[in-house]
């Protein structure tokens, strides 16, 4: 850690104090669904309007939760305070470099440094205000933006991270080198989620595997890993479109199998974060 | 390993060709390898040189994983993937000791070994070298596309799914070729529809119609639709040669198509 980093660091512990559980998305591998896992576990858990929900878009390249959460061409801005985030409801906000940026067209070409730039700002500068889920969405990897939030948030203390694959090998080969990163950063792992877990044709009703689990899917890999499976989740044609469209699928789709995975996937993730608090809060009182 | 290499070994290399996105899992990698095999069926000499440095696929795609890197006087020989030698690729997988070992690197360590992939591996006589590219605009596209300016590459082909998200992403990757000078070559959508097995019914699994929306909006080729097939996704875990296995698919049709047009589109060398 360099100097410069130092002053920050206790900044952003300040800032975090009025955030209770802060939650990272990984996967190392790209295109399983991080995103849209972010975007739905956000949706999911701001069910609950006395739950405030804070979204944090740290992928600085392909930054894609505005168009998931419908907040396109929406534009951040800065108060006394700090920046304010995007709200999508009143109790759901949302930030990320896309909002920054005017144009679709406009690329983001930067090396690591200014991204770690502004990952800091992102966790300094904005106002979340009184916040119970922190959700930080990142990009596939295991770089410059990982290392980042992960010491960022090294005192300010996250839950854990829930880490996306899909069934094949050519995913879980990422993300074991993603739970080893966890190991190595010392970063709790709530548990796996296997995205595009089979696939419901919508006429004929059969089952088949786009994505064949080829070495054991997920359930292998945990097992061999020990850690949680959180849940599979099947490939729906309507969460695509709805992400298209910036809507929440469960409100499209109340009854498909996937929303059931996910809000399955979602108890889960807050037990572990409530069982957590409540540990913590023993410790303290011991 | 330094500059007396250098001007040797990319020399003899007639086209390079590199395989970008933006967005993470449409399948570069995928599209790199089959787009690799088929030239390779047309007849000519391939290499492929994987710069994704945390998630490096393309050694497992042709069963290649675990095979070790040797040195030659040239620089580093690259792994042959046929007893023909008519392919071979270089990718850190082959370097890693340890394949669940995550390559936790910061920008800098990323581009200095990128550099070096590029000027110290004893490619030899290639027809084409297929550069598959992590996702994103950042370090590794800087550092490959620099490393690689001088031998001029042919083009870039840009991948995408069909879906809004994935265009969102490849919109900003069609920028960063425009503002680096490199040719794109055409627009790819992967993922373009599944046929349920059972009862014969496509289903746009990923919506539908975003390649060729984003090809028409960039004014660049759009090369083609490549549809899911689980067999391709076998063959890719099993380190099979799916262009050979599996010509009656329609994916099979949709990739010898797109390679087609990439000989069709690459200009004739003087002997």
New interface residues.
């Given amino acids: 850690m360099t100097d410069s980093q130092e002053p920050a660091i206790e900044e952003i512990k300040e800032k975090m104090k009025t955030v209770k559980h802060k939650i990272l998305v990984l996967s190392g591998k790209g295109g399983v669904g991080k995103s849209t896992f972010s975007a739905h576990l956000a949706h999911g858990l701001a069910e609950d309007e006395n739950t405030q929900i804070a979204l944090l878009d740290i992928d600085i390249c392909g930054p894609s939760i505005p168009k998931i959460m419908g907040l396109e061409g929406e534009q951040v801005h800065q108060s006394g305070s700090g920046w304010s985030p995007v709200y999508v409801e009143d109790n759901l906000g949302v930030m990320s470099v896309g909002f920054l940026l005017s144009s679709p067209d406009d690329a983001v070409i930067w090396r690591g440094p200014k991204k770690n730039g502004m990952i800091k700002q992102f966790l300094r500068d904005v106002d979340w205000g009184e916040v119970d889920y922190l959700i930080v969405d990142t990009p596939p990897g295991t770089s410059d933006e990982h290392l980042s939030v992960v010491q960022y948030l090294a005192t300010a203390r996250i839950d854990g991270a829930v880490l996306i694959t899909t069934p094949q090998e050519v995913s879980l080969q990422d993300v074991r080198k993603e739970i080893n990163f966890c190991r190595k950063v010392k970063l709790p792992i709530i548990g796996v989620v296997e995205n595009m877990s089979g696939f419901i044709c919508p006429k004929c009703k059969k089952e088949s595997q786009i994505f064949p689990p080829t070495t054991g899917g997920a359930e292998l890999m945990c097992q061999d890993l020990e850690v949680p499976l959180l849940g599979r989740v099947p490939l729906d044609p309507l969460i695509g479109k709805n992400c298209d469209k910036g809507q929440s699928f469960f409100t499209d789709a109340p009854d498909s199998p996937a929303t059931l995975a996910y809000r399955s996937i979602i108890q889960r993730i807050q037990e572990f974060c409530d069982l957590r608090q409540s540990k913590e809060e023993n410790l303290i009182n011991s | 390993m330094e500059a007396a290499a250098e001007p040797g070994n990319l020399a003899g290399i007639r086209h390079i060709i590199l395989v970008l996105s ?5 399948g570069k ?1 995928t599209i790199s390898t089959e787009l690799a095999l088929a030239l390779r069926h047309a007849g000519k000499k391939v290499g492929i040189l994987d710069v994704d440095l ?2 490096p ?1 393309i050694p ?2 042709f069963g290649a994983q675990g095979k070790a890197v040797h040195q030659c006087d040239r620089g580093w020989a690259p792994v042959f993937l046929d007893r023909e030698q008519s392919i071979s690729l270089m990718s850190v997988g082959f370097l890693l000791e340890k ?10 360590k ?1 581009n200095a070994l990128i550099k070096q992939f590029v000027s110290d591996v004893a490619w030899g006589e290639l027809d084409y070298l297929v550069v598959d590219t ?6 590794e ?2 550092a490959a596309i620099e490393a690689l300016r001088a031998y001029q590459p042919l083009g870039a082909l840009v991948v995408t ?1 069909p ?3 994935s265009v ?2 490849v ?6 070729c425009r ?2 000078g490199l040719r794109v070559m055409g627009v790819v959508e992967n993922m373009s529809g ?1 046929t ?4 014969k ?1 496509c ?5 539908r119609g975003g390649g060729e929306e984003l090809a028409r909006l960039a004014g660049v080729p759009f090369l083609g639709s490549v549809p ?1 097939d ?1 067999e391709l ?2 063959s ?3 380190g099979h040669d799916f262009i050979r296995e599996f010509p009656g698919s329609p994916t099979f049709t949709a990739l010898i198509s797109i390679a087609q047009k990439i000989l069709d589109a690459t200009p004739a060398c003087l002997p």
């Fill in positions: 933006g967005k993470g899992g449409v990698s945390c998630g696929s497992r795609m394949p669940d070992e995550a390559v936790v690197w910061r920008g800098p990323k992590p996702p994103g605009t950042s370090d596209h800087m799914t879906q809004a998200v969102g992403d919109r900003r990757e069609l920028t960063f503002k680096t599944f349920c097995p059972h009862c019914e289903t746009s699994v990923f919506s899911l689980p996704m076998r890719l875990e099993e």
